[in-house]
Nanobody
Framework: EVQLVESGGGLVLPGGSLRLSCAAS????????VYWVRQAPGKGIEWIST????????FVKDSLKGRFTTSRDTAKSTVYLQMNDLKPDDTGMYYC??????????????????RGQGTQVTVSS
């Protein structure tokens, strides 16, 4: 069974850090693009990052560069999202998604159908 399971969320003070994990099963993370997205309360889905196939190069949304990084551990079949200097606007539900096709870049519409259950991040003092 193909699964994505996020973990690592929680309550953190502004300026703090969290590392989210996305444990993948039923597919190989080095042959399938994996994405991080989030949804703030009352808002739509926002793309955060992409980990590409093969060497695992990554892309992070420009406005989050410098604070967020993403990486992959192929041996653990896990993709990470490291978030530093967190701000209250970072509060939301964080999800990982996967492309349904191997060795392919997927559009947001395509990968939005393959999402984990999410992990809540709350940044508040």
């Amino acid at each position: 069974e193909v699964q994505l399971v996020e973990s690592g969320g929680g309550l953190v003070l502004p300026g703090g850090s969290l590392r989210l994990s996305c444990a993948a099963s039923g597919f190989t993370v080095d042959s399938t693009e994996v994405y991080w997205v989030r949804q703030a309360p009352g808002k739509g889905i926002e793309w955060i990052s992409t980990v590409t196939v093969g060497s695992g190069g990554s892309f992070v949304k420009d406005s989050l560069k410098g604070r967020f990084t993403t990486s992959r551990d192929t041996a653990k079949s896990t993709v990470y999202l490291q978030m530093n200097d967190l701000k209250p606007d970072d509060t939301g539900m964080y999800y990982c998604e996967r492309c349904p096709l191997q060795y392919t870049h997927c559009t947001p519409a395509a990968h939005s159908n393959y999402r984990g259950q999410g992990t809540q991040v709350t940044v508040s003092s």
